[in-house]
């Protein structure tokens, strides 16, 4: 590109075409950086993978318990621990555990099947426990402690007389659990329970989960959507200890 001016009695003047050409490419240079400087906030603000806390499942976890010992618990609560999904906050970043959503979802090959979706929100049934709607229907079963009543999720490895134990937040070391309302180790494979209910206590959705490569777990964010984990259930997920 040649630009040219004249003045009365002079030759034409132009700029080297060497010249124009630098300049246009110091122009896209900068029209660049400010394209980009600008997507950069604009993925910054609206929750990119960089934004969000990062979680990864550990197990699911039996309190203590496995295949050949559950038997030996006939139907009681166990004391100490509850037992259900258990996730790490890994990463740099801390976890508002109110925020988290989970979904899961079998077919029927467990014997069991259905999908359940459970928030923060959603505490934990009491129809598994001695005297509830569903206690004389399960045996060899471990049940939620007294402290997971009117909670789903809680802060995992600390004693139930911990006032941490219902923190909201989980810090990037930390683990917390998403309670079941049982879970059975035994037979016919690894196998959860889910329950949401109403403020009446009736049954809003459950479903019987097999960990046997037919169940997906999500846990998401429920403000935002972003996935933290998918993962598809098997049975050497089940840890008895960590």
């Not at 950069?40 to 806390?53: K, N, R, V």
């Not at 802060?155 to 134990?165: N, Q, R, V």
């Not at 923190?167 to 309670?179: E, L, Q, R, Y």
């Amino acid at each position: 590109m040649v630009i040219s001016m004249k003045r009365s009695g002079e030759k034409d003047a132009g700029v080297s075409p060497v010249v124009g050409v630098m300049l246009m490419l110091v122009v896209t240079i900068i029209i660049a950086g400010i394209v980009s400087l600008t997507a950069a906030g604009f993925m910054d603000s609206t929750g990119t993978q960089t934004d969000e806390p990062q979680i990864e499942f550990v197990g699911l976890y039996t309190a203590g318990y496995t295949a050949a010992t559950v038997s030996s618990i006939a139907k009681q609560t166990y004391q100490t621990e509850a037992a259900g999904l258990l996730f790490k906050v890994v990463g740099d970043k801390p976890v508002d555990l109110t925020k988290m959503k989970l979904y899961l979802a079998s077919g029927q090959s467990s014997g069991g099947g259905g999908s359940v979706d459970l928030g923060y929100d959603d505490p934990v049934s009491t129809a598994y426990l001695p005297g509830g709607s569903s206690w004389n229907g399960r045996s060899q079963i471990i049940l939620p402690p007294e402290y997971m009543r009117g909670y789903r999720i809680v802060m995992f490895g600390l004693s139930e007389d911990d006032p941490t134990i219902h923190n909201t937040i989980a810090d990037p070391g930390d683990m917390f659990i998403v309670s079941c309302e049982y879970v059975n180790p035994s037979s016919p494979s690894l196998a959860i329970g889910l329950r949401k209910d109403d403020a009446d206590g009736n049954t809003v959705i459950s479903a019987g989960i097999g960990a046997n490569g037919d169940a997906i777990l999500t846990l998401v964010n429920a403000e935002t959507g972003y996935v933290y984990v998918r993962h598809t259930l098997i049975e050497s997920d089940m840890i008895a200890t960590v």
